[in-house]
């Protein structure tokens, strides 16, 4: 049966067992749910505007960006960035327009190959991760042959066979990172060993193998201390102190509090002299995204547009959670969309 003849059997159907009033009623729902099918749940600028606030919403939010002015951005679809300096990030994924909104002042559109946006870790290169580390940190961390070195406030510290960690405060005053000097068997004596060994085939030939890598490896360390095969940490913070089981299990958080660099293990979360600043709330599950107050009495985690208390208490419907600085205290930000200036505001806690 044809679409057509089908909707004509479904209305008739409907004009028996249901009065006028309420089939115009149930048509006009039918056709406001498929028009809000069809927008994901936006709707128009109109329609927007007759929606309530998000729960999360404070009243001296500060604009962050009018969607429905000079840019014309659907909400649905942009990604959001903030960055060390407290300029935002915007990708329109539309048309794969970026901006950049700093001091209530945008600026764009940009596009992806833009150095503007470098400082977000925006890059071209589809082969050049965040993560990695000569990305990610190209300021601090250079690279020679097999070593890598550490320059940072003009001090070199290195060379390293392995950088396994490595971390900067927001302001860019302090860092940490797990090390290893040296490796017992290096990058190139390990694919040596394997190539070589998938030859070996009598257990002869095993064994003089094995006896000639040894060999290497005894020579490879001969005159250096054997601890320096260990990880262990460098940081510019004096008086820095942490246990080796700290050193090789521990992870360092430079986002856990503003412009500090705290270290998360199973059992506990301490600062890098080993000091307590409090335990975990959840078991031993790290939480990515997680802020403890200056005085360390209050904690939050942020979770899929939730951000929850160490008192029990939530706020929904947000995004972008983030540090921030103003008239020198600090304050845990977020982001929200008003339906009502069909905007993205921005609310602040002291924390």
């Known amino acids: 049966m044809k679409k057509t003849s089908l909707l004509m059997v479904v209305f008739f159907f409907l004009s028996v067992t249901y009065t006028n009033a309420q089939l115009s009623k149930f048509v006009k729902n039918v056709k406001n ?21 998000p729960a999360c919403a404070c009243p001296d939010a500060t604009l962050i960006l009018d969607l429905g002015g000079k840019l014309k951005i659907d909400y649905s679809e942009i990604n959001i960035t903030t960055g060390d300096d407290g300029s935002i990030l915007v990708q329109d994924r539309v048309n794969s327009n970026y901006y950049i909104i700093k001091d209530g002042v945008s600026s764009g559109p940009f596009a992806k190959d833009n150095p503007a946006l470098g400082a977000f870790g925006v890059t071209n290169d589809n082969n050049n991760k965040a993560s990695d580390l000569m990305s990610k940190f190209k300021d601090f961390v250079t690279k020679t042959g097999d070593s890598y070195v550490i320059t940072f406030m003009g001090k070199n510290y290195g060379p390293y066979a392995i950088i396994s960690q490595f971390v900067v405060t927001k302001n860019k005053d302090k860092f940490a990172a797990i090390v290893t000097e040296n490796l017992a068997v290096t990058e190139e004596l390990s694919k040596r060993m394997e190539a070589e ?16 890598f040894a060999q290497e490896v005894q020579a490879n360390m001969s005159g250096k201390d054997p601890t320096s095969t260990l990880p262990k940490l460098i940081t510019s913070i004096p008086d820095a102190n942490i246990d080796q089981m700290t050193v090789i299990s ?6 856990y509090k503003y412009n500090d ?43 899929y547009g939730t951000l929850t208390f160490n008192d029990k208490s939530k706020l929904t419907d947000l995004f972008d959670v983030h540090w921030l600085m103003a008239d020198g205290k600090f304050y845990l ?7 009502k200036r069909n905007a993205l505001m921005q609310c602040k806690i002291p924390f």
């Open 33 to 53: 749910n498929v028009q809000k099918d069809l927008l994901g749940g936006q709707g128009q600028t109109s329609g927007k505007k007759t929606l309530p606030e």
């Open 197 to 212: 060994g998938k030859n070996a085939k009598t257990d002869e030939e095993k064994m003089a193998l094995s006896m000639k």
């Open 250 to 255: 521990g992870l360092l958080k430079s986002n």
């Open 261 to 303: 660099i705290l270290v998360w293990k199973y059992d506990k979360i301490t600062d890098l002299k080993g000091n307590l600043i409090i335990t975990p709330p959840q078991g031993g599950s790290m939480p990515e995204n997680f802020f403890i107050s200056s005085d360390n009495l209050r904690y939050a985690s942020y979770d």
């Open 333 to 339: 930000a977020y982001m929200y969309y008003s339906p």
